[in-house]
C-alpha cells in the first residue's frame, strides 16, 4: 500500500520499535531515498513504494545478529543499503561505508551529514580491495545483495581481524552458495560458514544472512592493491 500523494510507501508500524531514537533519521533517510536517490539514479523509481519495507527495515532488521559496540565495514553500499539503516538502528555501531562511484560517494556523503551521522560513518571512496589499509581490522564486514560469495569472501576476509565477522545479507541461494564456495571461503581464512535468518519480527519473510569467521591462522592481510582510495567523510 502506497501513499497515493506522494506514492513513497507509508512508514510501517514496526519502524519505531525497530530505529527507536534514530527514527526520525530512518524517515528523513527515506525521504532522501525518495528525492535525491531516484533522482540520481541510485534508487529506481519503481521502488518508492516499498523503500520501507524491502531497503530500509530490511537492512536494520539484521541488528539484532551484530556484536555491540563494534566496526562494521559495509562494502558496495550503494544508496547507504545495509550500512546507513544499521547506524540509524544501533547507535553503539561505528560503520564505514565503502563505495567505488563517485556520485554514489557524493549523495553519502550529503545523507551522512544531513542525519548527522559523521561522528559515527564515514564515507570511503574506493573498491574493497584498495582500502585495506584504511578499513582493515574490522569487527564486521556486511554488504547487501553485492556479489557471489565466493567474491565477498576475496573481498571481506582481509577487512577482517581474527575472530572478526563476515556478515553478508544474501538471498534463497545461500545454501548453495556455501557449499559451491567452500574452497574460496576456506581460501580467505573464513571458518564457520552458515545461513542464518533474522529479523522476522520486523520483516517477512525473514532476512537471510551467510555469517563466517576470519580465523586467526588464515592468510595475512594483504596491504591494499591499489592507490589509497579518497575519503569522503571522517568521523569526528
Known sequence: MTDGSTGVEPEPAVAGDLFGTGLAGARQYVELLATAGVERGLIGPRETDRLWSRHVVNSAAVTEVFPADVRVVDIGTGAGLPGIPLALARPDLRVD????????????????????????????HGRAESVIDECGEADVVTSRAVAPLHRLAGWSAPLLRAGGLLLAMKGQSAADEIVRDAAALDRAGLVGAEVVTTG????DPAVTIVRATRSAGGPPRPRSRTRPSRRSTGRG
Do not use: D, I, Q
Open 97 to 124: 561505508l565503502v563505495e567505488t562511484l563517485e556520485r554514489r560517494v557524493v549523495f553519502l556523503r550529503e545523507a551522512v551529514e544531513a542525519l548527522g551521522l559523521t561522528g559515527r560513518c564515514r564515507v570511503v
Open 200 to 203: 522476522g519480527r520486523w520483516t
